[in-house]
């Protein structure tokens, strides 16, 4: 096995950090008296690109777009400067480079210990798609509200379903969430009543960022798919699902939904996750020539949702792996876009909850617990059917390389009581 490429940043190297040399993903961050811009996780460190840019040592085509509040700057310069940015960045982190190591000045101003960091929202997100793209999931929920023989509906083989969500309401990790408020319908009542949500549950899910626009009436094909994806992050979307089981028909989700979605702070590139392609899973019946794909469009992405109640210790109750999603991150692009619509820098796309063929292995409560039926038990003893005031759900992610780890970090959220 060959030793994976070190970084002078040491908190780099030790195989289990989410952000070592391979990684490099970028965030928006602040420091205590300081404006918000652009940086990379390392380690335990932030480097602010900004000094870095300041210093003259990021390429020029890049020059002025790291002093922003978001990352939208940056993408749109495209992805040649990407991916010389990454190259450049790599190059100056790297335990064989001095050039950023051998100047303690400017050292020093450029790494920030990530515990001094604040971080905050990565993309100004113009428009947010949410799809159902996990056959596992799909016919799990199926079963459970529908005939049991025929879970998935017609179209689910032939359609990466989809709706479009509410942007405005995508937080960053670590902002809590208060308890919806909206119209429930109770088994044994004539109308609906109005009360806060009863079910409250998450849905774990990864989500791409659009990092190149199409324009209207120009659809994206399959093989153009990637080159319009600038990275990843963990997406939970969070889901009352009383509230949803009431409005859902005809039109689909909307109050069970958007109260809030919460992504994490750090963008993994595609660069960054090229090693971890995998074989999509086979498809049957074949899809329509649109949606007909070359290559391999998955990614093994390992994934763990944890819930900790309040003042207790956090318990793991989901491992799961991204790469057995049914439709494809460039299938859905492809389908999204087919009919004319445009996709603009920032827009986000969730993969829909991600679950596996095993008990341990569902991406939502709901499924976890058959509908609460079931109720986990926790590390202390507590039983959750669904989502209580106080609790925090924790998601990670991470690619395994040979010694050493491509991470997302985590995304959390701490459920408030209603208001």
Not at 103 to 120: F, I, Y
Request: aromatic share 8%; with cysteine; glycine share 10%.
């Amino acid at each position: 096995m060959t030793a994976p490429k070190t970084s002078w940043v040491e908190s780099a190297n030790d195989g289990q950090t989410h952000f070592p040399l391979q990684n490099l993903p970028y965030g928006i961050f602040s420091t205590a008296g300081g404006a918000p811009r652009v940086g990379v996780a390392i380690g335990n460190q932030v480097l602010d690109l900004a000094a870095l840019d300041d210093a003259g040592l990021l390429p020029a085509a890049a020059k002025g777009a790291f002093n922003a509040p978001s990352l939208n700057r940056f993408i749109a310069l495209g992805k040649p400067v990407w991916t010389d940015t990454r190259a450049r960045l790599t190059a100056l982190l790297s335990a064989d480079d001095s050039q950023l190591s051998g100047n303690a000045a400017l050292r020093d101003r450029a790494l920030v210990p990530m515990s001094a960091a604040t971080l905050h929202l990565p993309v100004e997100i113009p428009g947010y798609t949410d799809f159902y793209s996990s056959r596992e999931h799909a016919t799990n929920v199926g079963r459970m509200f529908r005939d049991p023989d025929n879970a998935l509906l017609p179209n689910w083989l032939e359609i990466p379903i989809g709706y479009n969500g509410r942007a405005s309401s995508v937080v960053v990790s670590g902002t809590a969430l208060h308890r919806p408020n909206g119209q429930i319908k109770l088994p044994n009542e004539a109308r609906p009543i109005f009360s806060p949500c009863r079910k409250l549950d998450y849905e774990l899910e990864m989500a791409f960022i659009v990092g190149k626009p199409s324009n209207l009436g120009e659809p994206v094909s399959t093989a153009a798919a990637p080159a319009h994806m600038f990275g990843l992050v963990i997406l939970n979307d969070w889901s009352a699902r009383d509230i949803q089981q009431w409005e859902y028909v005809p039109l689909g989700p909307f109050n069970s939904k958007t109260f809030g979605t919460s992504i994490s702070p750090w963008v993994v590139t595609m660069d960054a996750l090229e090693p971890f392609r995998r074989d999509n899973p086979a498809q049957s019946p074949e899809p329509l020539p649109y949606l007909q794909q070359q290559g391999r469009n998955a990614y093994d992405i390992d994934l763990e949702v944890a819930l900790q109640p309040a003042g207790a210790a956090a318990s793991t109750v989901c491992r799961t792996n991204f790469k057995a999603m049914y439709w494809t991150m460039a299938q859905q692009l492809a389908h999204h876009t087919v009919s004319g619509c445009n996709v603009r820098i920032g827009d986000l796309m969730g993969s829909g909850t991600i679950s596996g063929t095993t008990a341990d292995s569902c991406g939502s409560l709901l499924e976890t617990t058959r509908n609460g039926a079931e109720p986990v038990t926790l590390s202390d003893g507590a039983r959750r059917g669904f989502l209580e005031d106080g609790d925090t759900v924790i998601m990670t992610g991470w690619c395994q390389g040979e010694g050493y780890r491509v991470g997302f970090g985590e995304v959390t959220g701490k459920i408030l009581p209603a208001r």
